[in-house]
């Protein structure tokens, strides 16, 4: 599957954004999708993430509250609503897919990158203060 993120870019804190990943190739329902990010200088963290069917859903504590994923498997699409940015919410989002149906019983196992088989290019969220 081929996975293309969208939807980043210059906001001041406490507006918002809704990010994209537009999927192609396998279905898209068959995987789990997740969202992490990578601030300059640090590692990649995990943001988010959601079930197949999109009826179980996963966030990172410093987003909880604030960010919402979705995704419309007619669409072939994922999101991930952010409202309420902060300043350290600035950095380079990235869209995952999994095939693993370990990971869609178990969804804190979806904070882990390792077990994800597809990311796409990034999308670039900068919140100034």
């Known amino acids: 599957v081929q996975l293309q993120a969208s939807g980043g870019g210059l906001v001041q804190a406490g507006g918002s954004l809704r990010l994209s990943c537009a999927a192609s190739g396998r279905t898209f329902s068959s995987y789990v999708m997740g969202w992490f990010r990578q601030a300059p200088g640090k590692e990649r963290e995990f943001v988010a993430s959601i079930s197949r069917s999109g009826g179980s859903t996963y966030y990172a504590d410093s987003v909880k509250g604030r960010f919402t994923i979705s995704r419309d498997n007619a669409k072939n699409t994922m999101y991930l609503q952010m409202n309420s940015l902060k300043p350290e919410d600035t950095a380079v989002y990235y869209c995952?897919?999994?095939?693993?149906?370990?990971?869609?019983?178990?969804?804190?196992?979806?904070?882990?990158?390792?077990?994800?088989?597809?990311w796409g290019q990034g999308t670039l969220v900068t919140v100034s203060s």
């Open positions: 995952a897919a999994s095939s693993s149906a370990a990971l869609n019983a178990r969804m804190v196992m979806t904070t882990y990158s390792r077990y994800y088989d597809y």
